[in-house]
């Protein structure tokens, strides 16, 4: 017999559909088939079931936050099982340990963070039994077949648990640090608060923190630009005074002058200059370009993103969403045809098809087995879902990754960009740019995503032509500060450890793996940022907080809030997971630097002034370093849901990525503990009187949704407002527009 260990419950439902199987309590087993000869038992855990112990399992003294006993550097690390999570641990105990099972198959996510869930629990459990590894990257039944009938062994893919191994201690080692030291030494200074910090989150926040002192201290300096509109043999079009390249003039009466002189003169086009650019296809989507595509054109939130695309995964719709990788192997290509087939059948695409080219599997842009990593690109399976009975979410993040798919399979788009310079009297140069399309190619297929700037189209213009200046006038303008980082832009950023890219450079960029955490982690950093009160998002924009700009201030240049060394940091990881690094050598270097962190914090304290800081207007954390008081379980992974001030969210965001949030307030109505307690363990609360929208006061009660694993707000039957209105059910909001309280 053999154990199957998958990461979630839904993945082993999936794992186990093509075979004849029965559900037990906590695992299924599989009947005898073709692949298992004996059956096989599919178990599964709840995402990260062991955790890091805390200092003070280590040394007791370590419990109390002080200056005295820090650096915390323990000897050797180990995990405890997560409270909460003791009942699933001891159903895989039990089933490894059965006498008739002799092997172990590891179905955790093919990436880091299964490596790391499922060897730890094995490791847990003190089995020694021989391992394979199940390594796919879609969850349906095709490719859950071929991944039985192809495993791999355990060593294959060890690295890849010590590269995962190593960043969870790393990430321990620098936190538990930087956060007591820094909570510690403000305290003395009279701020009580958490000011928790990482090795990851601390330079994504310092980015933020340079931005928000970039537009504070901009200046804006009042410019002026001459413009004039010209009638050539009948011909008009408008342009801007130009001289040495720069059209800008910092002298309003000479701006004025200029206009003056240029009004009812002849005017004669002096060169026209034609340039066709050719714009390829964009590449294929991983995460990061998912997300900050998803962010522009529907302002979802980075992790907003991840969970949809994770629901399509393990519906079978796309393939693995924590993908690094925009490029697929040649295996994959082969399967493209048959994949555009079926999207050709449905309506939202029909008008692409047939498509330009038949096949892309000779194409380097996208077929390139060197630059796939631990997975291909985000790609639609061969299982086509009808998209108009998806729900809007899930419709939205499937049509963009079709979409991209199909356009691949397009020609280049074609432009004509022209120049002209008209002379005004022989002396005076304006400048007129235009563009012209001559084939839409991919972008009839992207049109909504691709948006830029209209230049408006020139009429033909031959060098020569003369004409007269219809009109000239001055505008005043005045210069921009730079703009606040979306959401999307922020994982751009830390994908590119903080070099800010416009569009031409940014797709070749986001090809390398360097960068600040990994294409699973960045979104939940950002969801840290925010819950930490570091940062808050206004109109799907990125402010630093007075919290955050203070803790980037004293930290300084340091080397803690190093976007390039946090950058090298992720390469030595990723080196590690490719076995060509050595695990032992990376930690003693972060040993080092947790000694460092702690000696840099006591000397600069010496000089810290606060000031300037209105501490009484900074947000305050609700609890210390142990995330606040418990709630709850979490209904969705089994972590503690804990009281984080202004809502509950669950403690395991960190580890796992679960971002569950709930309201404190909702409709004018405060939620209790005991609620919150309720719903979790039931799957509804008390009814809870008195929510009001608009002029309208209902009764109503939260209930939980297994199938789409969200909250809702049901309606009492027979409330009057229940009675007026026919829509019965809204979703919660939670704090950090997560899948799961969107």
């Not at 026209?272 to 962010?295: C, D, G």
């Not at 999307?488 to 390398?512: F, S």
């Amino acid at each position: 017999m053999k154990v199957i260990i998958a990461e979630k419950p839904d993945q082993a439902l999936k794992l186990a559909s093509p075979f004849v199987h029965k559900k037990k309590q906590g695992y299924v087993e599989i009947q005898p088939n073709r692949l298992f000869p004996r059956g096989a038992f599919i178990t599964w855990a709840v995402g990260h079931v062991c955790e890091l112990v805390p200092p003070e399992a280590y040394n007791p003294a370590w419990k109390k936050w002080t200056v005295e006993t820090l650096p915390i550097i323990p000897e050797s690390f180990r995990h405890q099982v997560i409270k909460g999570k003791a009942k699933q641990f001891g159903v895989i105990k039990q089933l490894l340990r059965r006498p008739d099972v002799n092997e172990i198959i590891h179905a955790g996510d093919a990436g880091r963070e299964g490596e790391l869930i499922v060897r730890t629990i094995v490791e847990m459990s003190g089995v020694r039994k021989p391992m394979k590894r199940l390594w796919i990257s879609s969850l349906t039944e095709r490719a859950v077949v071929a991944g039985f009938e192809s495993l791999l062994q355990e060593e294959q893919t060890r690295s890849l648990y010590h590269e995962a191994y190593s960043r969870a201690c790393a990430d321990w080692l620098v936190g538990m640090n930087a956060s007591r030291v820094y909570t510690v030494l403000l305290k003395e200074k009279g701020i009580s608060d958490v000011f928790s910090a990482g090795r990851v989150q601390t330079p994504t926040l310092a980015l933020v923190v340079k931005r928000e002192k970039e537009i504070a201290s901009f200046k804006p300096e009042p410019f002026w630009e001459v413009k004039a509109s010209f009638d050539v043999d009948g011909k008009r079009y408008e342009g801007v005074w130009h001289k040495d390249g720069q059209s800008r003039i910092n002298d309003p009466e000479l701006a004025e002058r200029i206009a003056a002189f240029c009004r009812e003169k002849p005017a004669r086009v002096s060169e026209v200059k034609t340039e066709r650019k050719e714009f390829l296809p964009p590449y294929l989507f991983n995460l990061s370009a998912l997300q900050a595509a998803a962010n522009k054109l529907y302002k979802f939130s980075p992790q907003k993103t991840l969970d949809v695309a994770q629901k399509l995964y393990v519906k079978g719709y796309l393939s693995y969403p924590r993908s690094d990788s925009a490029f697929v192997t040649a295996e994959e290509a082969r399967a493209f045809p048959d994949i555009l087939s079926r999207l050709a059948r449905q309506p939202e695409y029909r008008g692409f098809f047939p498509a330009p080219k038949a096949s892309i599997a000779q194409d380097r842009r996208y077929v390139n087995q060197k630059k796939v990593t631990d997975h291909y690109a985000i790609i639609p399976t061969e299982q086509v879902p009808t998209v108009a009975k998806l729900g809007d979410d899930e419709r939205k993040i499937y049509d963009l990754v079709a979409r991209r798919l199909i356009a691949a399979h397009y020609e280049s788009a074609l432009f004509d960009y022209t120049t002209v310079v008209t002379l005004v009297d022989g002396r005076a140069a304006f400048v007129s740019k235009g563009k012209v399309q001559l084939r839409a190619g991919w972008r009839s297929v992207l049109f909504d995503e691709e948006k830029e700037e209209d230049e408006p189209v020139l009429p033909p213009l031959a060098e020569g032509e003369e004409g007269r200046v219809r009109k000239a006038s001055v505008k005043e303008s005045r210069t921009q500060p730079p703009k606040r980082y979306t959401e999307g832009q922020l994982i751009t950023l830390m994908k590119t450890a903080g070099k800010y890219l416009d569009n031409e450079e940014l797709e070749k960029v986001l090809m390398k793996t360097e960068g600040l955490g990994t294409e699973a982690t960045r979104a939940a950093i950002i969801a840290t940022l925010k819950q930490r009160k570091y940062i808050e998002v206004k109109r799907n924009q990125v402010y630093a907080t007075p919290k955050g700009m203070l803790l980037i201030d004293l930290i300084g240049d340091k080397i803690l809030a190093s976007p390039e060394m946090t950058a090298r940091w992720e390469q030595r990881l990723a080196e590690i997971g490719q076995g060509l690094a050595s695990p032992q050598a990376f930690m003693e270097q972060v040993k080092k630097l947790s000694r460092k962190i702690v000696q840099d914090a006591v000397e600069q304290s010496r000089s810290w002034n606060l000031d300037g800081y209105d501490v009484a207007a900074m947000p305050k954390q609700a609890s210390r370093f142990s995330l606040g008081k418990k709630v709850a379980v979490c209904r969705a992974c089994g972590g503690d849901l804990v009281d984080k001030g202004d809502f509950y969210g669950c403690a395991n965001y960190r580890k796992t990525g679960c971002g569950v949030t709930l309201s404190k307030t909702i409709l004018g109505k405060k939620i209790t503990a005991a609620n919150v307690k309720r719903l979790m363990e039931t799957g509804r609360s008390n009814t809870i009187k008195g929510f009001q929208k608009g002029e309208e006061r209902f009764d109503a009660y939260l209930l939980w949704d297994d199938r789409e694993r969200k909250v809702r707000l049901q309606q009492e039957a027979g409330s009057k407002a229940g009675r007026r209105r026919d829509k019965r059910k809204e979703e919660v909001p939670g704090e950090t527009g997560t899948s799961l309280f969107s």
